[in-house]
């Protein structure tokens, strides 16, 4: 398939790298500045490495990405709240254009799901956004593949940044607000972690299974949500006195859905280490899915871009 990138951060870096192992040609790649077009295929290595020395991808504008000739938009740019936009209008105009839409963006289908379904009846397009939840992991396509209906509840650790944050409290003792600084030096933290470590990141998330569990219906403020940045470190200690620990935990159930730091036992399958995600799928009559592995990371997530767009062609 023809695929316009938008986005040039890690993911859609990814995307663009990778989309030829996986028999696509990228037509249009754009960051928030500039654009590269080229009908037959851009050179991507070129674009990159441009985006590497001076911060752009190309001379054309981000609109003429928007507008150039691709089967599927790949919106990979930062997720922001409440109108969601660019990403929701980005998505507007493939879809009236009768284009595919393969989100990595978290902000359309989490603050305006039912929009976003309404565009989507309307158009020949279709769109798919496994890469919005947990990453690599194929949650949705596995939502998919038993049915929403035989699906009763979905909880995980969604959030790899606060997931290293409490494994590290936890083994070693140490405050929050130092290891903090450590993941931040090691990359795992943004310079600003807010998104992160106050659990909105684990909320969109929740938001957007909701969505697809109960057919909509769900934005960011329909979830309860409590982060980890007053947790003492005195509290993983009593909690490991007791053989357990502490994970930051999303969960959809009963038509509900929250995240907040929760005791799990040591050996509990929701006690993953590290960056390390896991979603946990309550379902009628197989029991509990286990779905765990790396919930972020450029080609980790362009991994599951690029399954969707492998869906759609």
């Known amino acids: 398939m023809r695929l316009a990138v938008l986005g040039a951060g890690a993911v859609g870096r990814s995307v663009a790298d990778l989309a030829s192992e996986y028999g ?116 949705l396509s596995t939502i998919a593949g038993l049915g929403p209906e035989r699906v009763t509840g979905a909880r995980g650790v969604l959030n790899g940044t606060a997931n290293f944050i409490l494994t590290r409290m936890a083994a070693e003792g140490l405050s929050y607000e130092h290891v903090l600084s450590e993941a931040q030096d090691l990359g795992v933290a943004e310079a600003d972690p807010t998104f992160d470590v106050e659990g909105t990141d684990a909320a969109l998330k929740c938001a957007i299974l909701a969505n697809v569990l109960h057919g909509g219906g769900y934005s960011l403020a329909d979830v309860a949500v409590e982060g980890i940045t007053d947790l003492p470190p005195s509290a993983l200690e009593l909690a490991a006195e007791d053989g357990r620990t502490v994970r930051l935990v999303g969960e959809v159930t009963g038509g509900e859905a929250r995240v907040g730091p929760r005791l799990v036992p040591e050996n509990d399958t929701l006690a993953v280490s590290g960056t390390m995600n896991i979603v946990q799928l309550e379902t009628e009559h197989a029991g509990r899915l286990n779905l765990s592995g790396r919930g972020a990371g450029g080609p980790e997530t362009a991994t599951a871009v690029l399954a969707d767009v492998d869906r759609l062609s």
């Open 24 to 139: 696509h040609t990228v037509t249009a790649l754009a960051d928030s500045a500039s654009a590269v077009v080229d009908a037959d295929g851009v050179d991507v290595d070129a674009a990159l490495d441009r985006k590497r020395g001076d911060g752009t991808v190309g001379d054309a504008d981000p609109a003429d990405a928007l507008a150039a000739d691709y089967d599927a938009l790949v919106e990979a740019t930062p997720t922001t709240l409440g109108d969601a936009q660019p990403g929701f209008g980005h998505v507007r105009a493939a879809l009236e254009a009768d284009r595919h839409v393969v989100l990595a963006n978290k902000g359309p289908v989490a603050e305006r799901y039912d929009e976003v379904r309404a565009l989507e009846r309307e158009s020949a397009g279709e769109v798919l956004f496994e890469a919005t939840v947990a990453g690599a992991i194929p949650a």
